[in-house]
């Protein structure tokens, strides 16, 4: 199973490695090799360099008011709060001219901007629908089935990884480190998202009490027994 898993990781990276506007330095992207999100960018209608983008009138007083928690020549430490104010106003998700907006503001170079956009998965650089649904990629979770929960999750949807179902509704994608599910419980959180009910925050597992294990804590509850000791003087 891993060297399948690898043969595919290494694919992924291949296809990060053949850029075609690059969106961070080589740094980053070996950081981001082992994520599915994309490092490079393609043109397309809604998501050009050269289309305009500017902050809204309300969000520039925004603009101003995040710019003055930070001393003039640290402009560039607004990046996170001013990208996320950006995804905002553009419906959840970041296109490249949005972020060259950002680094005009901070002044800096808009290479500067990309390399945050792509780093922290919180910045969506494609269109996402209304709930935007991760899925943990990581070995343990992989274990634990999370490619079954992913699997249950698209061919419900009836989307690929990162598309967007007809009516905007959802998309999914992959991320580290989420609240373990079932793929009955996540078809079903899906299914309360649809109509409006907000599902229980913390783990889906009715067998666990927060993150405490399956089944209730099995360890550490009778008397502690030292480690077995050896009668060195009987040797
Ligand atoms: S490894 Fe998947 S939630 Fe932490």
Redesign the pocket.
């Known amino acids: 199973m891993f060297s399948r898993l690898a043969a595919k990781r290494l694919l992924e990276i291949r296809r990060v490695l053949r850029p075609s506007l690059p969106l961070s330095s080589p740094a980053s992207t070996a950081a981001r090799s082992f994520s599915t999100a994309l490092n490079y960018h393609i043109d397309s209608p809604d998501n050009k360099p050269d289309a305009p983008w500017e902050f809204t009138a309300a969000n520039m007083e925004r603009v101003k008011e995040i710019m003055s928690h930070y001393p003039s020549n640290y402009k560039q430490s607004a990046v996170i709060p001013l990208l996320d104010l950006a995804q905002q106003q553009h419906g959840g998700w970041l296109p490249v001219s949005a972020m060259n907006a950002v680094a005009k503001v901070i002044e800096v170079a808009p290479i500067r901007v990309y390399e945050v956009a792509t780093f922290y998965s919180m910045f969506n650089r494609t269109k996402v629908g209304k709930y935007h649904l991760l899925v943990?990629?990581?070995?343990?979770?992989m274990i634990?089935g999370?490619r079954e929960i992913e699997e249950a999750l698209l061919k419900h949807l009836g989307v690929k990884r990162n598309e967007v179902t007809k009516d905007g509704m959802f998309s999914v994608g992959e991320m580290?480190?989420?609240?373990?599910v079932t793929p009955k419980r996540v078809v079903e959180i899906v299914e309360m998202l649809r109509r409006g009910e907000k599902p229980p925050v913390g783990t889906q597992n009715p067998n666990r009490i927060r993150s405490g294990p399956e089944g209730g804590n099995l360890t550490l509850l009778g008397e502690c027994k030292p480690p077995p000791c050896r009668d060195l003087d009987a040797c």
Do not use: A, I, N, W
């Open positions: 943990c990629g990581t070995t343990p979770c634990r999370s580290e480190c989420m609240e373990d």
